[in-house]
């Protein structure tokens, strides 16, 4: 079996298989299947490709020295391993652009969904996204969402080609953990108990991107998430 063969069979798998049992993710973690529709993901698909123009270009952050394989764009607030700043200080010191008013509402819709309470959604004020896009080859290793100060839910869009997300536990990056097939609109949340469980993307599957949603290729995957930090801190 050649690589191409096996892609394209991880490809079909992962086209196939939404009519399972959801997954059980534990308390505080839900995902919504085909959440944005095909209109809302060209748009934000459009979005994206205005953000990477600048003023900060998307780049790949470096990890202990190591260029990450997902390169990443940020609203509100730019991140890099392992902070927050206004100025994008390891790319070329510009100030970020700010965290749209579509993007909050966005969000509080997504937690009405998630299940949320009214007041939590009210009270839901993210104010930096993570924007990253992730080729063929690209990954993302086990890790904690953890640089924000405030524990308020993450929002997750995905958006192009499928990947495979690993949803662990609280304590490490082992077992037990569920690999769930995020596709293009799908919607993920973490919070309350599960706001600080590893995560990560063990593959992208190439070739699985629906026509509609406006990516050719690669893989889309915004996060939302609430900082904390109050807005004159640098
Ligand atoms: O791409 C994903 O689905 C997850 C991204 C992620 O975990 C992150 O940006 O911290
Ligand atoms: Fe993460």
């Not at 060209?42 to 994206?48: C, L, P, S, T």
């Not at 200080?89 to 100030?95: H, M």
Request: hydrophobic share 35%.
């Amino acid at each position: 079996m050649t690589v191409d063969d096996a892609d394209e069979r991880g490809a079909m798998m992962t086209l196939f298989d939404l009519g399972g049992e959801p997954a059980d993710l534990g308390p505080g973690a839900t995902h919504v299947p085909n959440w944005l529709t095909s209109d809302q993901q060209r748009w934000i698909v459009e979005q994206f490709t205005a953000w990477t123009r600048g003023p900060v270009p998307i780049r790949a952050a470096t990890v202990r020295g190591h260029a990450m394989s997902v390169r990443t764009v940020c609203l509100g607030w730019h991140w890099r391993p392992y902070r927050y700043t206004r100025r994008a200080t390891d790319v070329n010191n510009a100030p970020v652009l700010p965290f749209p008013d579509w993007m909050v509402r966005l969000g509080r819709r997504a937690l009405t969904d998630a299940g949320y309470r009214p007041a939590q959604v009210e009270a839901y004020t993210p104010d930096v996204a993570l924007v990253n896009l992730y080729d063929a080859a690209a990954r993302m290793g086990m890790h904690q969402d953890k640089d924000e100060r405030s524990l308020a839910p993450v929002v997750s869009l995905s958006i192009g080609d499928a990947c495979t997300f690993r949803f662990g536990n609280t304590e490490n990056r082992s077992r037990p953990y569920t690999d769930i097939p995020l596709h293009s609109g799908d919607l993920f949340v973490f919070g309350g108990p599960a706001r600080l469980a590893f995560h990560g993307v063990t593959r992208v599957h190439p070739h699985t991107a629906p026509p509609e949603c406006g990516l050719d290729s690669g893989r889309i995957n915004i996060t939302m998430r609430t900082t904390g930090f109050n807005a004159r801190e640098d």
